[in-house]
């Protein structure tokens, strides 16, 4: 089969997202929000394919958190508004089966962020019980906080939570990542990036928030540095392409396929499934061959091991390597 044309155009979508040259289409409030994914959740706002929307975001704890908490207001945090997302949106064109691409065009920092260790939360919370609170102010300018008085760190914001409603009228919670993707916390979905939803509902309900201004690969202590955010992003539906099961993702560099579990092994063996069935459903290539060539190009990530019970892995395969197929 031929390359898909929108794996070698998508990018073109980028031409208008530079500073102060993207007009939105739609304006979204950080009050337009809800914090579970169910197809129950109505919209909030509904749009044709192609709509570009600015979307405020408070931070993960829905401003329990500000730039003024102490770790007593850490001790006192209420997990029920935890994960305040920005939507749902309906887009009028998606069906059950379609994918609908999310093209990251801005993402703009607010002026503080926080990061804590809380109880019994993180990769090592047997050795970590104790709660912590650091409060960082952001540099907006230049994209910079410090950490403890001294290190500074060059941000890289992205939303922590991308995704599309399941098609279940659970209310179901944000924290673990899922197939309609959600609480991803992949630090690769940057400014830039386009990222590809199956659509499981009619309209696709799509939300986004839960704002990291820089998070490592792994997110080991439980959070990133948490901090309000302003997405600007377009939604556009496409059809009659082979299907995902899971997110997907492509920069102008790399494409990458993600793939969550309870353990470490079943996220990375569906992250490489994906990425083969990624090669041999678009590509002039065998399954057999794409395992090989996974094997010598293709690059395994843990994106967060924290967000329990699922964990998220991907796999990044470089354009340079796809051009040739």
């Known amino acids: 089969m031929n390359k898909l044309i929108w794996l070698s155009c998508s990018l073109i979508f980028f031409s208008c997202a530079q500073d102060n040259a993207i007009v939105p289409d739609h304006v979204l409030t950080a009050d337009q929000k809800h914090n579970k ?19 405020d975001a408070y931070e993960a704890s829905d401003r329990q958190l500000h730039s003024k908490a102490k770790l007593e207001d850490l001790a006192n945090i209420d997990f029920g508004p935890i994960h305040p997302i920005t939507g749902p949106v309906y887009v009028e064109e998606a069906e059950v089966g379609d994918i609908l691409a999310v093209d990251l065009l801005k993402i703009d920092l607010h002026d503080y962020g926080w ?16 709660p912590k609170l650091n409060i960082h102010e952001i540099d907006v300018l230049n994209k910079t906080t410090m950490f403890n008085g001294k290190v500074k760190i060059p941000l890289k914001p992205f939303p922590g939570i991308m995704g599309v409603a399941p098609d279940a009228e659970e209310m179901l919670s944000t924290i673990p990542p899922r197939a309609n993707g959600g609480n991803m916390d ?7 990036t386009t990222v590809y939803f199956p659509v499981f509902v009619k309209g696709a309900l799509f939300s986004i928030g839960d704002g990291h201004a820089v998070q490592g690969l792994g997110e080991v202590c439980g959070t990133a540095i948490e901090a309000p955010m302003t997405f600007t992003y377009r939604l ?6 082979p299907e995902i099961k899971e997110p997907q993702y492509e920069t102008d560099t790399y494409y990458a396929v993600t793939g969550f579990g309870t353990t470490i092994d079943i996220a990375t063996k569906k992250a490489v499934n994906f990425m083969v069935d990624h090669l041999s459903n678009n590509y ?9 060539l996974c094997s010598l190009v293709g690059d395994l990530k843990i994106a967060e091991v924290v967000d329990v019970p699922n964990m998220l892995v991907t796999m990044h395969f470089p354009k340079s390597i796809l051009n040739q197929l």
């Open 236 to 241: 556009r539906v496409i059809k009659d392409k």
């Open 115 to 130: 990061q804590a260790i809380v109880g019994g939360f993180g990769f090592l919370t047997d050795r970590f019980p104790n």
């Open 37 to 55: 994914f169910s197809k129950l959740i109505p919209p909030v706002l509904t749009v044709k394919s192609g709509a570009v929307i600015k979307a």
């Open 284 to 292: 002039d290539i065998s399954a057999e061959d794409a395992y090989m």
């Open 186 to 192: 992949d630090p690769s979905l940057v400014e830039g």
